[in-house]
């Protein structure tokens, strides 16, 4: 069975400073990686995604994504934080083995508060 | 390019009453369809999936049910609402190869059992 862990509920970040917001994942055979974000009340929206390729992956609005293997993680990073990225961050998970009909597993979330 | 539609946004429900949730998506064949629950805010939990008509995997017991009467339609349903049942409900779909690995979410239903 695949799993993701987000071992942060909330982090706290101010405005103009980097930001990490970390994933650890389990998934047998190769991992395909995902993050989402969501504003309140809303669905969930692509930020980016690891395939296979460069380990570092750029996405929208500024954030970008290192993969690991070693350490089976997947961080989110921004190099300076704005208020406006103050959302719920999901990373997400699905094995590249079997069809991968059954979706996508996802973090519990991280609560991501920009500071002004 | 391909939309994802979910209605109705807000829904208050009294217990004991049935529910009927729709999802469909436009711009593309054969997605596989997904029902996920959110609750309090947090964690998203599959519910219902899909890859065809009448092809349904349920991933959890629970009050709920789904559909899929036509390819790019997916309907959440239940006959008799528990407060355990509210919760914030999104559709989603997504393929199995190349750009379509990522899901596509709908904006999500806001279930309240009273």
């Known amino acids: 069975a695949q799993s993701v862990a987000q071992p942060e509920d909330q982090v706290n970040v101010a405005e103009g400073n980097p930001l990490t917001v970390k994933c650890t994942y389990s998934?047998?055979?190769?991992?395909?990686l995902f993050w989402y974000v969501q504003y309140p009340n809303r669905g969930l929206q692509f930020l980016l995604k690891y395939i296979t390729g460069d380990n570092l992956v750029k996405g929208s609005y500024g954030f970008e994504a290192e993969f690991n293997k070693s350490q089976t993680s997947f961080h989110l990073k921004k190099p300076s934080a704005l208020v406006s990225d103050s959302a719920l961050y999901f990373c997400?998970?699905?094995?590249?083995?079997?069809?991968?009909?059954?979706?996508?597993?996802f973090g519990k979330g991280t609560h991501l508060i920009i500071q002004p | 390019s391909q939309t994802i539609h979910q209605w109705p946004a807000t829904l208050v429900q009294p217990v004991g009453s049935p529910l009927s949730l729709e999802c469909t998506v436009e711009g593309t064949s054969n997605p596989n369809l997904y029902w996920y629950r959110q609750a309090a805010g947090r964690g998203l939990q599959l519910l219902f999936y899909s890859v065809g008509i009448g092809q349904i995997s349920s991933e959890v017991p629970q009050n709920l049910s789904a559909s899929r009467p036509q390819d790019r339609q997916f309907i959440l349903s239940s006959k008799k609402l528990l407060l355990s049942d509210s919760g914030f409900y999104l559709c989603?779909?997504?393929?199995?190869?190349?750009?379509?690995?990522?899901?596509?979410f709908g904006s999500g239903t806001q279930l309240s059992v009273l």
């Open positions: 998934v047998s055979g190769n991992p395909y």
């Open positions: 989603a779909w997504g393929g199995s190869t190349g750009v379509t690995l990522k899901l596509f």
């Open positions: 997400a998970v699905r094995s590249n083995s079997g069809g991968g009909a059954d979706g996508l597993t």
